[in-house]
């Protein structure tokens, strides 16, 4: 049964049943014209509906690449702060060590005879 033919029986029992009239007897086949003219609107419709999906999937698959790249992107930056956070974190530890034996030193220096008890660094 070409393509067409079997759309119309389709058509016709569906429509009978939600009549409520029941399965029909026998569906008269449609002529060659009609069935022709039925084939190719059956044709152009899918290849519309084919398009259509594919231009869907093409576009659900960029929109995925574009966010996937976007939270790369973020997940670089975030590794970036912290890694400079990290590397200020033991800047200031070094500094802090540094005062604290700068602090060690000044309180020597008045007893050195650098500088008088009056100069001398509150501690």
Do not use: C
């Not at 070409?2 to 389709?10: D, E, K, N, S, V």
């Not at 929109?63 to 956070?85: D, F, G, N, P």
């Amino acid at each position: 049964m070409p393509p067409a033919q079997f759309y119309h029986w389709l058509e016709v029992n569906i429509k009978m049943r939600m009549l409520g009239l029941g399965k029909p007897d026998e569906v008269a086949p449609l002529n060659e014209a009609a069935a022709s003219e039925l084939g190719a609107e059956m044709l152009g419709e899918f290849t519309i509906f084919l398009i259509g999906a594919g231009t869907l999937l093409l576009e659900y698959a960029r929109q995925s690449r574009k966010e996937k790249r976007k939270e790369e992107a973020a997940e670089a930056r975030l590794r970036e702060i912290e890694a400079r956070l990290d590397e200020l974190a033991h800047h200031a530890e070094n500094q802090k060590e540094e005062i604290n034996i700068i602090s060690k030193e000044m309180i020597k220096l008045p007893s050195l005879g650098i500088l008088s008890k009056k100069d001398k660094p509150k501690s």
